[in-house]
């Protein structure tokens, strides 16, 4: 008999159980998270374990959570007039603007993002800055596993409240007050394009001081959020599926 074979099955059954383990892990932090709201991100505690490795001593972080009935309709609609259109159609990933991203790279043209926002939720909650494979893969298996327990709403509503809207400012509770002092519920169309069109690079762009740029595309996506419906827009099964792109 072979003493290496027990070994090696042994091995195989520990790494098995440590990959089922993980798995059911993983599954059940995304469901519970369906329901509770997250009280920090991986992205946030990122961004502050950067802050005390270079010393950044004035470094603040701002994050409240707000929920959805707290929160402008116009808010969610912005992000995704900016971010993801198909955003209530797809099913966490936008395959025709993969390809276009992929066309564009093969033929030397900036390369543009394809993350959806269910992908951005997914990596801002639970992973890190960085463009590895690794990163990508597991980004993709928390998108399935967030578009599989969670509705549409959740989703956004857990988008609006981690993504970083400013240097250290994260959620759209925390940018409301820094950016405009005011309660988000109180936000206006104009002021939700704002927010939205500082997404692309956060800790350059203010929403509050908009550069050139920024208050160019905070008009684009105003004037998208009005031809996708207004707010209906993300409660209505009947958008149309092709929508414009800048």
Known sequence: MNPRRPFAARLLRTLMLLAISWLALSWLVVLVLR??????SAVMMERQLGAL???EKDFHLQHRWVPWSQVSPYVPLAMVAGEDQKFPYHHGFDFDSIQTAVDAADEGRRLRGASTISQQTAKNLFLWNGRSFVRKGLEAYFTVLIELTWPKQRILEVY????????????????SDAYFHMAPARLGAAQ?????????SPRRFHADRPTAYVQSRANWIQQQ?????????LLSRQAPRETRRR
């Open 225 to 233: 959020m009005g031809q996708l419906g207004g707010p209906g827009y």
């Open 35 to 40: 329901f509770v709201p997250p009280w920090t």
């Open 53 to 55: 490795i270079h010393g």
């Open 192 to 200: 939700a394009a704002r927010l939205a069109a500082v997404l692309p």
């Open 160 to 175: 609006m409240n981690i993504a970083e809207l400013g240097d250290g400012i994260y959620g759209v509770g925390a940018a």
